[in-house]
Nanobody
C-alpha cells in the first residue's frame, strides 16, 4: 500500500533552519512530481514547494522563495525541504504529497492535484 511519511519537524527560533524529509513507499517514485504543503492553525492548507520527477524545475510559493529549497533523492524514494531564515509565520503542520498523475514536471502547486498524503510533521517557529 502506498505510504508517505514525513519527519524532521520540531521547534526552532526565528531565523533558524529545519530540514524536513519525506519517504514515499510508492511504485515509480522517480516518475512522480512531489510536493510539500502546510497548514497553519485556523488557515487553509497551502502549497509550499514542488519538484519534478527528475529533480529539476522546482516551484515555490512566493512566501518561501529564497528561503526554502526542495530536493529529492530518487534512489532513496525521498524528498527534502530545507527551510532557512524561518519566520513565525512558517509555523504549521507540513505535509508531503504525491502527484496524482504521471507528469514529469509539476504543472502547478495545487493540493487537488496530489492524491497520496502523509500525516504531516509539525514545525513551530518562536520569536
Amino acid at each position: 500500500q502506498a505510504q508517505v511519511v514525513e519527519s524532521g519537524g520540531g521547534s526552532v527560533q526565528a531565523g533558524g533552519s529545519v530540514r524536513l524529509s519525506c519517504v514515499a513507499s510508492i511504485n515509480m517514485f522517480g516518475a512522480k512530481c512531489m510536493g510539500w504543503f502546510r497548514q497553519a492553525p485556523g488557515k487553509e492548507r497551502e502549497g509550499v514547494a514542488a519538484i519534478s520527477a527528475g529533480g529539476g524545475a522546482p516551484m515555490y510559493a512566493d512566501s518561501v522563495k529564497g528561503r526554502f529549497t526542495i530536493s529529492r533523492d530518487n534512489a532513496k524514494n525521498t524528498v527534502y525541504l530545507e527551510m532557512n531564515r524561518l519566520k513565525t509565520d512558517d509555523t504549521a503542520m507540513y505535509y508531503c504529497a504525491v502527484h496524482a498523475r504521471w507528469v514529469n514536471y509539476c504543472p502547478r502547486l495545487f493540493e487537488g492535484d496530489f492524491d497520496i498524503w502523509g500525516q504531516g510533521t509539525q514545525v513551530t517557529v518562536s520569536s
